[in-house]
Nanobody, 125 residues
Framework: QVQLVESGGGLVQPGGSLRLSCAAS????????MGWYRQAPGKARELVAT???????NYADSAKARFTISRDNAKNTVYLQMNSLKPEDTAVYYC???????????????????WGQGTQVTVSS
């Protein structure tokens, strides 16, 4: 089992910034991907960004120019720096830790995955 602890959500004004953190612990030896998804009210959960063990990243189009994902392997922690936030970024953000078999950077099958409890991000004036 893998445990994930998220932090960093909150209320921010449009144009502001937030940094989310997600620390993994437990049986993480098989994890090769960490990242963030989000779910807005009434919508399906969607990809924000992921980062693989080797450092390659994958971003949703909505996140590419404004968000940066990074990881500290020594701390088993992944970060999401979010800048120029918009009201449409309002959602619950979920951390994921996964063991994926990759066929390309965006095509994969999931062997196992673990999800955090979610952290609320609200962008509003």
């Amino acid at each position: 089992q893998v445990q994930l602890v998220e932090s960093g959500g909150g209320l921010v004004q449009p144009g502001g910034s937030l940094r989310l953190s997600c620390a993994a612990s437990g049986s993480i030896f098989s994890i090769n991907t960490m990242g963030w998804y989000r779910q807005a009210p009434g919508k399906a959960r969607e990809l924000v960004a992921t980062i693989r063990d080797g450092g390659s990243t994958n971003y949703a189009d909505s996140a590419k120019a404004r968000f940066t994902i990074s990881r500290d392997n020594a701390k088993n922690t992944v970060y999401l720096q979010m800048n120029s936030l918009k009201p449409e970024d309002t959602a619950v953000y979920y951390c994921v830790a996964a063991n994926r078999r990759y066929y390309s950077n965006r095509l994969y099958s999931t062997i196992e995955d673990y999800w955090g409890q979610g952290t609320q991000v609200t962008v509003s004036s």
